[in-house]
């Protein structure tokens, strides 16, 4: 994991080498190429116009991640994202089943199922298992990003994560019933 | 710690925000319980294969190259760079800054790409295995991957050189399919990578590229849709000579 950074520096020193990442999770919010390009683009303007804003010394990766997610709350697609309820309780840290590890499940499916899975999630599941897992930030960076607390970012982590594994487990089932069939 | 309580907490291990105080705890607890340290490898498992599934959309070149005109259009109009001249500066320091973030991006892709093939080269030698079509005939090679791949490619004859043809493979870059030629030369080892340049030749700019890491060295080109890579431990000059070979021949 990595630590979280409190950095310094130009803005063409501090972005630069987030600019590929910050357009794989522009995609995993859009879902959509050209979607997350104008993301990115207008997140990279928004940041440049508010450097002035950032205090040096700060975690630069979570304040830039939250222009961009913020920038996709308030674009066409995060309004439509935001309408949806979240309905469920945020406090509840799902436990994770004793018994045989079903989470092998998962690194057993090939790297197109595990990312259908992904893409399935509701956006605010998909979102903290992305900064987490792919973009290994921390619960704290996490946090700061969505602007959420960090209990929230563990329930949805856990939540997400079951839902990925209980889809994963149909998706297997599925494949066996149909393979039986031929 | 009981097996209830390691399961509240496997979540914040595999994610690395155990405190260390009961990180101890949990790590004697797993190299006694088969069960608990099956679950806990089963979600760091889960962990590394969600990243390697989802680490999978990269910026297109255009993507790139767009970004800066698109800064540009959104400078301020002339008249205030006239009166300004501050703020003139500071518009052409951002479409720089975003230029550079394009090439900057671009490097960084290519040392991973590097990396990637100097990887597959290595572990290629390691392996008992190393080429699924043994052959030293470029006319037996070269078939063998048809319909393996999407793309064709040309071989040069290696009879009157020093090179000798080993055989071949089919080789992944990330997500791409491409083709792994293992050369022989005196007792050195030399793999030819060929990938097709779309859609990830953004990474990969159209000059020849030379690069010396870890002592293995390494020669890449574009040539007709085709990004080629010759790596090998033996002296950057025969990397060099069989690069020339195969580019000789990618032009008939």
């Given amino acids: 994991m990595a630590d979280i950074q409190n950095e310094s520096g130009t803005f063409e020193e501090l972005a630069t080498p987030l600019f590929a990442r910050l357009y794989n999770f522009a995609y995993w919010l859009t879902q959509d190429r050209s979607e997350a390009e104008d993301l990115v683009q207008e997140a990279y303007v928004k940041a440049l116009k508010g450097f002035g804003s950032y205090r040096q010394g700060t975690n630069f990766r979570a304040w830039i991640y939250r222009i961009l997610k913020n920038t996709y709350l308030t674009s066409r697609l995060g309004l439509r994202v935001a309408t949806l309820s979240l309905d469920d309780d945020d406090s509840v840290v799902e436990p994770i089943a004793n018994g045989t590890p079903e989470s092998i499940l998962i690194s057993s499916f090939d790297q197109q199922a595990i990312r259908a899975a992904l893409e399935g999630l509701p956006v605010h599941y998909r979102e903290v298992i992305v900064l987490c897992d792919v973009e290994e930030m921390t619960y704290q960076e996490i946090a700061e990003t969505l602007t959420v607390p960090i209990g929230t970012v563990m329930s949805r982590l856990s939540r997400g994560r079951k839902t990925m594994r209980e889809s994963l487990k149909d998706a297997s089932i599925r494949s066996a019933s149909r393979s039986n069939l031929k | ?252």
């Fill in chain 2, 1 to 252: 710690m009981t097996c209830d309580e390691l399961h509240g907490k496997l979540m914040r291990y595999v994610d690395s925000e155990l405190p260390a105080s009961e990180l101890v705890e949990f790590e004697s607890h797993v190299r006694i319980c088969a069960a608990c340290a099956a679950q806990a490898l089963g979600l760091l498992q889960t962990k590394t294969a969600i990243r390697a599934a989802a680490t999978c959309y990269v910026p297109s070149r255009e993507f790139c190259l767009r970004v800066e005109p698109s800064i540009r259009a959104r400078s301020k109009p002339r008249w205030l760079t006239m009166r300004l001249p501050g703020l003139a500066l500071a518009v052409v320091a951002a479409v720089l800054l975003l230029a550079s973030v394009t090439l900057v991006v671009d490097r960084s892709g290519r040392e991973r790409e590097f990396t990637e093939i100097a990887d597959l080269h290595v572990a290629t030698l390691a392996s008992s295995n190393p080429v699924d079509v043994v052959s030293t005939d470029k006319h037996t090679v070269k078939p063998w991957f048809a319909g393996k791949l999407p793309f064709s490619f040309n071989l040069p004859e290696l009879q009157n050189s020093d090179f000798k043809l080993e055989g071949g493979r089919v080789a992944y870059l990330e997500r791409d399919s491409g083709a792994q030629l293992l050369v022989s030369l005196r007792k050195h080892q030399l793999s030819v990578f060929i990938f097709k340049t779309e859609p990830r030749g953004y990474l990969l700019p159209h000059e020849t590229i030379t690069s010396t890491r870890l002592g293995l060295h390494m020669e890449s080109w574009s040539e007709d849709g085709l990004r080629y890579f010759v790596v090998s431990d033996a002296p950057a000059s025969d990397v060099h000579d069989l690069s020339a070979l195969l580019r000789k021949a990618a032009r008939p």
